[in-house]
Nanobody
């Protein structure tokens, strides 16, 4: 049974930090790129950060560059998102996503976690 379980969401003041974790099971984690998405109320789900299967390439949305850091541990089947200098506009439900890609980057299979709420407010 495939599972992606996010944790670490919380209420934090502007300028604060949070660390989100995603624990994966039920599939070969090291074969999948991992992504964090977020969805704010009334908005579409948006890609925040992604890391390739071996961790060799990382990309961030412009809105989080320099503040967020994605990392993965293929031995522990986990991916984390360290979020610093949080802003109210970072408030959203954050989702962990695992995606297998073809050689030309076409998504072949993907899984989603249930989401974790991050609220940035004073």
């Amino acid at each position: 049974q495939v599972q992606l379980v996010e944790s670490g969401g919380d209420l934090v003041q502007p300028g604060g930090s949070l660390r989100l974790s995603c624990a994966a099971s039920g599939f070969t984690f090291s074969n999948y790129a991992m992504r964090w998405y977020r969805q704010a109320p009334g908005k579409e789900r948006a890609l925040v950060a992604e890391i390739t299967s071996a961790g060799g390439r990382i990309n961030y949305a412009d809105s989080v560059k320099g503040r967020f850091t994605i990392s993965r541990d293929n031995a522990k089947n986990t991916v984390t998102l360290q979020m610093n200098s949080l802003k109210p506009e970072d408030t959203a439900v954050y989702y962990c996503n695992a995606v297998s890609l073809s050689r030309v980057g076409v998504p072949l299979r993907q899984y989603w976690g249930q989401g974790t709420q991050v609220t940035v407010s004073s």
